[in-house]
């Protein structure tokens, strides 16, 4: 059917570039994934201006207030304050931080390491390939949750053993899809171009593969923040994520865990954040995979 | 917005939930529904060391004596009495006609050989402390036994109450170690009659059981174990009638609990205290100064959080003990809330603002972080780490930390001799490694006499007091919810009489 | 008339608006004729190929005047009764023969597949069927090949099936979209004498679509030219190979690197590139490149007769030829 | 096809050797497990004395060697807490685990692959929106919220399901559902693109153009070519569930390999937790070397590898 | 006579084909003893079917792959004497498919200037001049400068990529189907731009190609291949007028050429055929 697609995209005088504008407007997710995820973004950035209190401050007396829609609560803690008195919305404030870096710091990480790992198996191929292929199946192959438990365990719960941890763990998709795409760009002419100008391996790899291989990067990036923040929660939820007093949302939903029977709003709030964070950057994902790399959708 | 109707939603729940009131499906047919959250290792009693797993051992087992928690006397149980001969002489009269799970007849050889057995190092008994001081056994006639001690130890009778159980002994050369473990043979008031290891246990009253003992004339036939380790579970299964018994509730679920139609809260204090240790040999730690380490005593509210965490007025203690035990001095030096004190002694000691300390915080959930807070307050950081027990214990003993959130139950003895002051002896287990103080223990725990330990002890946690060594917490207590028709209380002692309990 | 095509034109919906893919194309074909549609990629013809079948994706529009078939009116036909006349009465070869096969199924039970979905055979017989066909198509030993995967087969081989599998069912017509560029050249000419002659044997008519002037010359009886998605010149092959009318007919006869054209001289190209399919103006499409554009190629123009039979979509015609 | 089996199975074995000695040295670094047997209340003589006793203070490389011995014989030690034989405990656990994983992922197959047929079908149209919302909503939420929700609405509500244990078939509803929701989304998805990309391979179009009937172009040449990724994505997922089941597990109260893992981990059950992440592996080693058989079955341009 | 510009001496080339981790080896010719000489100002074009080892051959001759046997000389000098980059200066290369050939995260300048870029020849100014200049000689309008080829025809794509392959001033172009993917009308485009470009900058040329049309139009000397081997190579217009191998007769049988009525030729392609060409002896004039 290469005649029917040449014709609905003829290459002659029109571009991508000009059609994409109005993909990325007609994308319904992309956007509403866009503009959750801005809102949780000016939360981070603005969260000493926006929270009411110092989301640390503990007041013993005041512990476990309902949200102001709930028989008891006001209008001081819209909503309401956890087990040891903390506003609960400063706190979802400051936590918007907290989830925002464990997933966009995860993402960078695992980003390094699979993208890194992806493109050498991609564009090498050959043995270096199959060792590599090999320690991404054997990766596979550790049970994640049962892995990072153990080394957080060891470790101890600190952010940066979190973020690490995570970030160690969920490269696999990055390698899995920077390497499928880079063994494409690798037979691709304009890389063998290069080559015969005399490009050297690093210079083919940032200028002819990179540039290639950013929107699937970002694609896969997107959904691994997701994953990472849901993983985060996950471990929180088994009493090894973020130590406490940190506000993440994971944490909180975690120590709110024991309530979930009597104080159901105090899982039931950070756990909706929590949901429209990972909603939203999913549907990002899904959005920019849409329009910036259609082809990696298989 | 989405989350708003969600939480109505879930409050909708929360509320539907109270108005359906459950029907005890154990009142009907005279059994016991009852749930742990930790799962039992084995049934084996001398490789057991979890609660539930010794909660259900003293079911199925009986030892020589036992300990009537009301009195705190030692009373007759396969013994029907015993004769102290001298400091490491104890002579035991076999009670007659004692019949084991299968028939068998308790005799003296069955004693003999169990505390001949316990003691020996290839049994590896789990809690050398229980059995390491039985030089051995032997039978002075068909119903006498004589027990024979390494040295005098004050502790011997607290041990035999309930810790040593009798085996039988053509049972043990018939199935071992892995037979007690899965079929176990005892002479307790109740027999176990099916299990799924880790999830399910079922008992069964034991009908031979004698009279005569604290166990004797147990009401509930059958005794069904299960293991949840969600909370939130137990409660649903409590809540639908599944379940009869649950315990070990936080407060903060307590009180919700307490306004339920058809439940009832029943709260013990028990031997177990909370408290935090303060490392004083830490290299470079400002905890080696005694003033940063009272500074930090008079940093905590202690009352706002166990009105907070335990339940308001909980009292306080103020030295490493539990009042109720033996031994316990309560009248030490004592250091009340004062955060300006605390300031000033830091200033004192030369205590830099933003001097970081670490916590490993092994108690109470939210305690730490009020610590936290608090010494915040001062200009000092605390990290929270929260580390697996076994890596937390290491690192402990090796110096790598400056406090410790820690709970100590004393095996639910009523002496100080299992406080945790006695481990200050300047062993391995020592953190504040303080000769002076370890002398003092060291002489205690070898002392026969009750006036001299006492007073012995006295200084002791007068010393620790001075010294500032720990922040002494509370004491815990153990809430139990249950239906309002079962009677049952917990000990003490932390464990569970169920052959006392009883449907109204 | 085998097939008769009236006023055709199809509409694809795109992101960036209605794309105007064919715009008013009429042909038809006799029994056992050949019809070329000749045309440069993007100008319409492989789609218009699918709409006979009503294979098209969903995003197509299509309007016609009349699309018969026989005295099957193929325009308002339901899908149910399109299906049985599908690799049957109406049979079509596409261009990629390494693609075209179901890649997981052997060569015999996608052949014998086409068979037992038109008729009430035993899949022995089926295959019995295949066994001959594929000896028609010069394959020699098909009991094996029957065996076969289609990943096991050169491009040829594949090819060949393909083009049994068109004939399973002895169709009436066939439709062949380019079904031998992406083979080597000395297959292709091989390829292309077996589907004329079975063609003839058969007496089945054939609308061949191909870019290729040199082998229209050789096998069509008559031709269509077209130009982004109309048809700028329509008639017998002699005469539009003799007399081409259409400015856009002769370039490309113009352009085409052949012996009799002198070695290493420039050829002649057209200048400029198609134009947008998406916002169609009512002009001449080809007025941009033409070296003969006038005012009056501001308007649309219809196809004017230039002989029997023979149609060109130009002003010009008729003029040109005293030039 | 004999080679290929041959190959696949030596680099399973390989994987598996790899994968035993990573997961040794990084649970050995866990804790001193001599702690965990001597329990909870236990002082340093008790300590040293089990660590004399089994063996802890020795070299790690011995220890592993040692281990790996034993697992070769079938012997995966005896579990610091429960006192038995790991592979007796291992075995009942895994049962319950593999049950509720089997039913999980068919169910997960059930829902998601008519769904991604359906929806590849016909993209972007209304009920294949409806397909990919769930899936992001399904990725969105943590499972163990979706897990406690359901207990609520279930067991507290409408007190129609068992909370907690496995004692009917009805206590495998929720567990199921929770488990295998969490395989759904990206089944669904890979389905349907599979769909997409199968429909809109030349080999279809031949197919139509052939008259082929509808439904044996759906499922006999689009679902067959788009099932190959599935098959694969489906091990793989039958091995990630084992391990999410440590979650479901762990709020349904289900004793199976999930819980055991957590309580070994919390517990520092070192010879337990070693032969969990080894049988989850083989888990995963295992399906995906069946997986990539059956491909392999399926797939002739494969099977002449 | 002057020396060859490139010379091909018993090229020989096997490739290894391995699978996965524990797979077996095995060897497959791909070219078997090619002896071939470019002189300056020819164009030689090379044919043959696919698999027949034509881009094998142009692999060879632009460095990228070391032959097995044999040695592939430039200016009498062993091409692996070469450094890459100096290579790249005396060979051009341009690609069948142009759009496959163009970085599409690339702007135009960037793509032709990119050779220089790699050199660290001149500064920014002086290297978008260059471009500039290089592209009015291919013939594209400065306008496109900033443009992506996203946003090209295909024949302003192999306007492109020609440009890219000359700003390096080359001596010879190898083209490998330089016009295949393209539409006829420019297809003519394409090879009147080679043509001109020959004669205005003394270019000599390789172009492979399976078109026997464009070949005859292009070139001067002819080598078809067939299984790996030259089976014959010559002036063109003797090849063309009086082919001496049976695969050159096929070759030119199965031309499809403008003749109305004519019908598609009859070819003998039979097992017994297919030996008798490889059997049959080789004709190969050089000059």
Partial sequence: MTDLVNSVNPGSDTSPLEGRPARWRSNGSLLLGLSILAIVVAMAIFAPLLAPYDPYAQSLPNRFTPPVWLPGGGWDHILGTDQLGRDYLSRIIYGSRISLSIGIGTALVSGLIGSTLGICAGYFGGRIDSVIMFVVTARLALPVVLVALAIVAIFGSSFTVVLLTLGGLLWERFALVTRAATIQLRGADFVTAAEIQGATVPQVMLHQLIPNLANAIVVVATLEMAQAMILEAALSFLGLGVPAPMPSWGLMIAEGKAQILFEPWLITIPGAFLFALVLATNLLGDGLRDVLAPESRN | ?504 | MLLNVKGLSINLATQRGTLSAVQDVSFHVDKGETLCIVGESGCGKSITALSLLRLLPASARLTAETISFNDLDLLTLPEADIRPLRGNRLSMIFQDPMSALNPLHTVGRQLTDVLLAHQHVTRAKAAERACELLLKVGIPNPEERLQQYPHELSGGLRQRIVIAMALMCEPELIIADEPTTALDVTIQADLLRLLKELQQALGMGMIFITHDLGLVSRIADRIVVMYAGEVVEAGPASAIFEHPAHPYTRALLGAVPDPSHPRMEPLESIPGTVPSLLSRDKTCHFRGRCPMAQDICNNRISLQTVGADHQARCIRVGAEDSQ | MLRYVLRRFAIACLLMLFVSFVAYILLFAAGDPAVTIAGAEAKSDDIARVRELYGFDRPILIQYIDWLWGVLGGDLGTSLYFKRPVAGLLLERFAITAKLGALALTLALLVAIPLGVIAGRKPNTLIDRFALLLAVVGQAMPSFWFALLLMILFSVTFPILPASGLTSWRSYIMPVIVLGYFSTPAIMRLTRSGMISALEADYIRTARAMGLPERKVLFDYALRNAALPIVSLASAEFGFMLAGSIIVENVFAIHGAGSLAWESIARADLPTVQALVLCFSLFYVVFTMLADILNALLDPRMRAR | MTPPLLELRDITHDYVVRHGIFGTRRRVRAVDGVNLRIGKGDVLGIVGESGSGKSTLARIMLGLLDPSEGAALLEGKPVSAFPRRGLAEKVGFIFQDPYSSLNPRQTVEQIIGYPIRLRDRGSPGSRRDLVRQTMEVVGLPERFLDAYPGQMSGGQRQRVAIARALITRPGLLLCDEPTSALDVSVQAQVLNLLLELRKDHELTYAIISHNMSVIQHMTTHVAVMYLGRIVEMDRSERVFANPQHPYTQLLLDSMLTVAPGKGIPELRLDTAAREAMRDHPVHIVTN
């Fill in chain 2, 1 to 504: 917005m989405k989350w708003k109707l969600k939480t109505k939603l879930l409050a909708g729940v929360a509320v539907l939930a109270t108005l359906s009131a459950p029907a005890f499906a154990g009142k009907a047919d005279n059994s016991l529904n009852i749930a742990f959250s930790d799962e039992i290792e084995t049934l084996d009693y001398y490789q057991t060391a979890d609660r539930p797993g010794l909660i259900v051992g003293r079911m199925l087992y009986d030892g020589l004596i036992s300990k009537d928690q009301a009195t705190g006397e030692f009373v007759p149980e396969l013994a029907e009495s015993f004769e102290i001969i001298s400091d490491t002489e104890i002579d035991f009269k076999i009670r007659p006609g004692v019949k084991f799970h299968n028939d068998q007849i308790l005799t003296a050889d069955d004693v003999v050989f169990t505390l001949n057995t316990i003691k020996t190092p290839e049994f590896n008994a789990r809690y050398s402390i229980a059995v390491n001081w039985i030089a051995k056994a032997e039978k002075l006639d068909d119903a006498t036994v004589r027990l024979t001690m390494t040295a005098p130890n004050p502790l011997a009778l607290e041990m035999l109450a309930g810790n040593i159980p009798i085996y039988s002994k053509a049972y043990w050369d018939e199935a071992g170690a892995e037979g007690m473990s899965k079929a176990p043979v005892g002479t307790g008031p109740y027999k176990l009659v099916a299990m799924t290891p880790g999830v399910s246990f079922e008992l069964q009253r034991f009908d031979g059981y004698y009279s005569g003992g604290q166990k004797a004339d147990a009401a509930i036939e059958k005794i069904n174990i299960k293991i949840i380790p969600e909370k939130n579970t137990q409660y649903i299964e409590l809540m639908n009638g599944n379940l009869d018994w649950i315990w070990r509730v936080p407060t903060d679920d307590v009180e919700r609990f307490a306004s339920r139609p058809n439940l009832k809260v029943d709260t013990t204090p028990i031997m177990r205290i909370e408290y935090l240790e303060l490392n004083p040999n830490k290299v470079d730690s400002p905890l080696a100064d005694v003033r940063v380490r009272k500074a930090i005593n008079y940093a905590v509210n202690r009352q706002q959080m166990a009105d907070a965490f335990m339940g308001q007025g909980h009292p306080l203690i103020q030295s490493l003990c539990n009042p109720v035990q033996f031994g316990c001095e309560t009248d030490v030096t004592t250091y009340d809330y004062n955060p300006d004190k605390a300031a000033e002694l830091l200033a004192e000691a030369g205590v830099e603002a933003g001097t970081s300390l670490t916590i490993v915080p092994n108690g109470t959930e939210g305690v730490a972080e009020v610590i936290k807070s608090s010494l915040e307050s001062l200009g000092l950081n605390l990290d929270i780490t929260k580390l697996q027990v076994a890596v937390a214990q290491e690192q402990w003993y090796g110096n790598m930390h400056d406090i410790a959130l820690t709970n100590w139950g004393a095996y639910g003895i009523g002496d100080v001799s299992m406080s945790p002051a006695a481990y200050l002896n300047g062993t391995a287990d020592d953190i504040v490694k303080d000769p002076a103080l370890a002398a003092l223990v060291n002489e205690a725990n070898t002392t026969m006499d009750r006036e001299r330990r006492a007073s012995l002890y006295s200084q002791i946690f007068k010393t620790i007091a001075d010294e500032a060594y720990v922040v002494p917490l509370w004491t815990r207590s153990i809430n139990a919810v249950m239906s309002s028709d079962l009677g049952l209380s917990v000990g003490p002692d932390e464990f569970v009489p169920f052959y006392d309990a009883t449907w109204n």
